[in-house]
T-cell receptor, first 113, second 112 residues
Framework: EAQVTQNPRYLITVTGKKLTVTCSQN?????MSWYRQDPGLGLRQIYYSMNVEVTDKGDVPEGYKVSRKEKRNFPLILESPSPNQTSLYFC????????????FGNGTRLTVT | GQQVMQIPQYQHVQEGEDFTTYCNSSTTLSNIQWYKQRPGGHPVFLIQLVKSGEVKKQKRLTFQFGEAKKNSSLHITATQTTDVGTYFCAGGYSGSARQLTFGSGTQLTVLP
């Protein structure tokens, strides 16, 4: 089944403790992206990747890192999480052109205390 | 930067009433996509509009793209409880590597 898999679904952590949210897709998509969703703000792009070893900042990249060593994986790294990074995070991928639809993972709800 | 404004933020309707959400961009879009997110779920692609003045229908849902390709709307006729969720538009801009900028979404509640 074609899908984007994120883990974990829920995560509670403390300020400053490094964490990684994994994202994997099995559709051989070149483009992958991370979004955060906050009430009233919609989906804001954190980072995106056009292909392996090619990543770029989105609208809200501060406090986040990503890597794209393999086509299928696109982990999101929070080196020193802070409470303002408490949010719902989605990974997405798409194939083909920029007009192809995005396929989203199930989301990761992160709480930073 | 590129922004897509979406209104309203919330909408409560009685089952059977119609619903419309609107998206507007200050600059011309190359395309616009619509997504639906059910409560507790993830956004799921509904449709894409590309041509100026384009109108597409999916059963009770009607999607429109403005003549100037700066605005779009989603209209649901005779809402049902299964329509509950948040509807997002996402605008694409020519020459933008990110391809899509999402609106803030409209959360639809349908009262039985």
């Amino acid at each position: 089944e074609a899908q984007v898999t994120q883990n974990p679904r829920y995560l509670i952590t403390v300020t400053g403790k490094k964490l990684t949210v994994t994202c994997s897709q099995n559709m051989n998509h070149e483009y992958m992206s991370w979004y955060r969703q906050d009430p009233g703000l919609g989906l804001r792009q954190i980072y995106y990747s056009m292909n392996v070893e090619v990543t770029d900042k989105g609208d809200v990249p501060e406090g986040y890192k990503v890597s794209r060593k393999e086509k299928r994986n696109f982990p999101l790294i929070l080196e020193s999480p802070s409470p303002n990074q408490t949010s719902l995070y989605f990974c997405a991928s798409r194939g083909g052109t920029g007009r192809s639809p995005l396929h989203f993972g199930n989301g990761t709800r992160l709480t930073v205390t | 930067g590129q922004q897509v404004m979406q209104i309203p933020q919330y909408q409560h309707v009685q089952e059977g009433e119609d619903f419309t959400t609107y998206c507007n961009s200050s600059t011309t879009l190359s395309n616009i996509q619509w997504y639906k997110q059910r409560p507790g779920g993830h956004p799921v692609f509904l449709i894409q509009l590309v041509k100026s003045g384009e109108v597409k229908k999916q059963k009770r849902l009607t999607f429109q793209f403005g003549e100037a390709k700066k605005n779009s709307s989603l209209h649901i006729t005779a809402t049902q409880t299964t329509d509950v969720g948040t509807y997002f538009c996402a605008g694409g801009y020519s020459g933008s590597a990110r391809q899509l900028t999402f609106g803030s979404g409209t959360q639809l509640t349908v009262l039985p």
